[in-house]
């Protein structure tokens, strides 16, 4: 299984990034998939997730209604769009993969991940 992560930058406080994320070697219509983001000195934290048909979406507090998750399951896509960044919102950003339902939307409980794009954001 792969999962690389795409669309990290530079980019101004307010600005919008769209991150991407490609899927291979997995049935990817039947995994939920997630995005996660860890900010330096900081432990890995849960942005967003969808369900597998791509019906249900779930947030944190901290980015709901600036992030956006969407998928395409017939290009084995999930992506995040991000508008008015923030400083606070720089971070290794993750897309992860889980095949069953939990509840739970801990790091733990997905079981495939791709290798981080790094989104800056300066002030």
């Known amino acids: 299984v792969q999962l690389q992560a795409s669309g990290g930058g530079l980019v101004q406080a307010g600005g919008s990034l769209r991150l991407s994320c490609a899927a291979s070697?997995?049935?990817?219509?039947?995994?939920?998939m997630g995005w996660f983001r860890q900010a330096p000195g900081k432990e890995r934290e849960f942005v967003a997730h969808i369900s597998q048909s791509g019906l249900w979406t779930y947030y944190a507090d901290s980015v709901k209604g600036r992030f956006t998750i969407s998928r395409d399951n017939a290009k084995n896509t999930v992506d995040l769009q991000i508008y008015s960044l923030k400083p606070e919102d720089t971070a290794v950003y993750y897309c992860a993969a889980r095949r069953y339902t939990v509840g739970s939307y801990s790091a733990p409980t997905y079981d495939y991940w791709g290798q981080g794009t790094l989104v800056t954001v300066s002030s």
């Open positions: 070697g997995l049935t990817f219509s039947t995994y939920a």
